[in-house]
Nanobody, 122 residues
Framework: QVQLVESGGGSVQTGGSLRLSCTASGFTSSGLCMAWFRQAPGKEREGVSD?????RTAYADSVKGRFSISEDKATIYLQMNNLKPEDTAMYYCAAHGPCAIYSGAWRNWNYWGQGTQVTVSS
């Protein structure tokens, strides 16, 4: 059974940092495209970053230069620096998808974690 379990969320002040982790079981994350999405209350789920089987990465414009995605065996990470209040959202790990994070892409990803809350206060 495929499972994705996120951890590392929390509450920080503006300018702070957090590192999210997503551990996959039931399959190995290597060889798959994996991604981070986020969803704020009342808003559609949006792509944050993805990483493909060759280690190539992509980022939403809103997080470029501040967030960094990486992978180590069955775990992917999202290092988030210089956090802003607008980064506040539930963050979800996704796997086995189109390796894309454009608007609406979330609908084509097959596996999801339960989410981890990130709250940034001003």
């Amino acid at each position: 059974q495929v499972q994705l379990v996120e951890s590392g969320g929390g509450s920080v002040q503006t300018g702070g940092s957090l590192r999210l982790s997503c551990t996959a079981s039931g399959f190995t994350s290597s060889g798959l495209c994996m991604a981070w999405f986020r969803q704020a209350p009342g808003k559609e789920r949006e792509g944050v970053s993805d990483i493909d089987k060759l280690g190539r990465t992509a980022y939403a414009d809103s997080v470029k230069g501040r967030f960094s995605i990486s992978e180590d065996k069955a775990t992917i990470y999202l290092q988030m620096n210089n956090l802003k209040p607008e980064d506040t959202a539930m963050y979800y790990c996704a796997a086995h998808g189109p390796c894309a994070i454009y608007s609406g892409a979330w609908r084509n990803w097959n596996y999801w974690g339960q989410g981890t809350q990130v709250t940034v206060s001003s």
